[in-house]
């Protein structure tokens, strides 16, 4: 990878260092058991918006195969995996796929190690999801990765996926 697209391996490489040091407290950020300075009020509407989007996921119903990017610590592998009949799990840090692997605990996730910048499908899915990762898709890279993430598809795929946007709530996006 070099400066071809504006961005240079150096930066790339720091992302990937930088969440392969998140990954022992991704979790924990998530569940916002980390100290973040939020108020109750701030955590309690953090909660209602990751229920409205597991939900609009649990409502899409991805069968078949289904193929995320940048899947972390599992907490998406395990909700795709109510309706997929299997999940390729693929991300950068080999820590996330550590803790993905030891949270799921199922052979119907096959998981990749791989920078998603260079790495292509093998295969087309039925769906794709992407959680908390578009928004860290350099814009110089995005029209590849949104190419990459339209081949991976069969014909009438779904996509799902989820960023943070601001501190817009969820309620006013939709």
Same mark, same amino acid.
């Given at each position: 990878m070099g400066n071809e697209e504006g961005i240079t391996a150096d930066? $790339?490489?720091?992302? =990937? =260092?930088?969440?392969?040091?998140?990954a022992p407290e991704y979790d +924990?950020? #998530?569940a916002r058991r980390e100290q973040r300075g939020d108020s109750p009020a701030e955590n309690d509407l953090w909660f209602a918006e990751v229920g409205l989007v597991?939900?609009? &996921?649990?409502? &899409? +119903?991805?069968?078949?195969?289904? &193929?995320? $990017? =940048?899947a972390g610590s599992g907490i998406?592998?395990?909700?795709l995996l109510r309706a997929a009949a299997h999940v390729t799990a693929v991300d950068v840090a080999p820590e996330m796929i550590t803790l993905n692997r030891a949270r799921i605990g199922d052979d119907r996730v096959r998981y990749i190690l791989a920078d998603l910048f260079t790495w292509?499908?093998?295969?087309?899915?039925?769906?794709v999801c992407f959680a908390f990762w578009l928004s860290h898709v350099p814009r110089e890279r995005l029209?590849? #990765? &949104?190419?990459?993430?339209?081949?991976a598809l069969k014909p009438g795929g779904k996509v799902f996926f989820v960023d943070s946007k601001g501190q817009q709530p969820v309620s006013e996006l939709a």
């Open positions: 930066i $790339l490489n720091e992302m =990937a =260092a930088y969440y392969r040091a998140r +924990a950020w #998530f597991f939900a609009a &996921l649990d409502d &899409l +119903a991805m069968g078949g195969h289904v &193929l995320e $990017l =940048a998406w592998t395990e909700r292509h499908p093998d295969q087309t899915y039925e769906g029209d590849a #990765f &949104l190419d990459m993430v339209a081949a």
